[in-house]
């Protein structure tokens, strides 16, 4: 009888110990790899995707060592009824239980956007839309709301200004409203001080901003910039054409033009400063990069 308990005995310990290890495996061994010995990998789940469409995704990336233990541990956690768009980075080493806890909850990690060398809306809206899933049909049109931006003090032609060379982390299904954001750090920016010193130049903010993308534009080295600025806000003291070459440019549609000839200089264009002398009034469309 004694005999027949240390057998059962034995026998559960055995039982338990294998349920343990079937646990560890299913919940805590790694089960994310990543190829080329990466340490770090983003999966994208776009919003309205179902679980299916995470499954495909992970399938079609070979990602898991083990898809089956993977669909335990979601099923389990509930997953397939809580699944949330984003951006998620993934760890090599992840193990099932990490991994479907950073997705369910939504712990996705966001997309660095960086703010550079954007000249208009187009180049703005271009840009969010390669690097989020944002609808950039309802992005421009909040840039061109002329009702909405009057509350800001901007309009569709110096919407542009308000963006600063910056980078922002946004969720990489942020909605296009995010982009609002960039109003606070314009208001940021424009301390009383700087205000003052606008005003001591008869300058908007926006105006101050495209002068400073026009000389950026016309200097090569960056000691020439007060050098070419004094140039410009002398002749706008004067009243005189500004005759600066960066705004044939964007009058003519063609950033990389390297020679301005006389043609250029004479199209008829509410941008081309060789021929307006209120170029204060043209002193709006134009950014730093």
């Known amino acids: 009888m004694k005999k027949s308990f240390i057998i059962i005995a034995l026998l559960l310990g055995v039982l338990g110990a294998a349920a343990a290890g079937t646990a560890y495996y299913v919940l805590l061994a790694a089960n994310v790899r990543l190829p080329n010995g990466a340490e770090e990998q983003a999966l994208y789940i776009p919003t309205g995707a179902t679980y299916q469409t995470v499954l495909d995704s992970l399938h079609q990336k070979g990602w898991l060592r083990s898809e089956q233990t993977f669909g335990w541990?979601?099923?389990r956690m509930n997953y397939p009824n809580k699944i949330k768009p984003g951006?998620?980075?993934?760890?090599?080493?992840?193990n099932n239980r990490a991994l479907v806890s950073q997705l369910r909850a939504g712990n996705q990690t966001p997309v660095s956007f960086t703010i550079h060398n954007i000249r208009t809306q187009a180049d703005l809206v271009h840009l969010a839309g390669k690097k989020l899933e944002i609808d950039t049909v309802a992005l421009l049109q909040m840039l061109?709301?002329?009702?909405?931006?009057?509350?800001?003090g901007f309009t569709p032609d110096n919407i542009i200004?308000?963006?600063?060379?910056?980078?922002?982390?946004?969720r990489w299904n942020t909605d296009h409203k995010a982009f609002s954001s960039a109003y606070t750090e314009y208001n940021q920016f424009w301390t009383t001080q700087r205000q003052a010193l606008a005003d001591s130049i008869r300058l908007t903010p926006q105006q101050v901003v495209a002068l400073a993308a026009i000389v950026e534009e016309?200097?090569?080295?960056?000691?020439e910039m007060p050098r070419i600025a004094g140039v410009y806000l002398n002749r706008l003291r004067i009243n005189m054409p500004l005759q600066a070459d960066p705004t044939v440019r964007y009058a003519v549609?063609?950033?990389s033009l390297q020679r301005i000839l006389?043609?250029?200089?004479?199209?008829?264009?509410?941008?081309n400063t060789y021929r307006r002398t209120d170029c204060r009034q043209v002193l709006f469309v134009f950014r730093p990069k």
Do not use: C
């Not at 061109?144 to 800001?152: I, V």
């Not at 016309?218 to 000691?223: L, T």
């Not at 006389?262 to 941008?271: F, V």
């Open 73 to 75: 541990v979601a099923a």
């Open 161 to 170: 200004s308000m963006f600063m060379a910056d980078t922002y982390q946004l």
């Open 87 to 94: 951006r998620y980075v993934l760890q090599a080493g992840m």
């Open 144 to 152: 061109q709301d002329t009702a909405s931006l009057d509350t800001s």
């Open 218 to 223: 016309e200097v090569k080295h960056n000691d």
């Open 253 to 255: 549609g063609n950033f």
């Open 262 to 271: 006389k043609e250029h200089t004479e199209i008829k264009s509410p941008y």
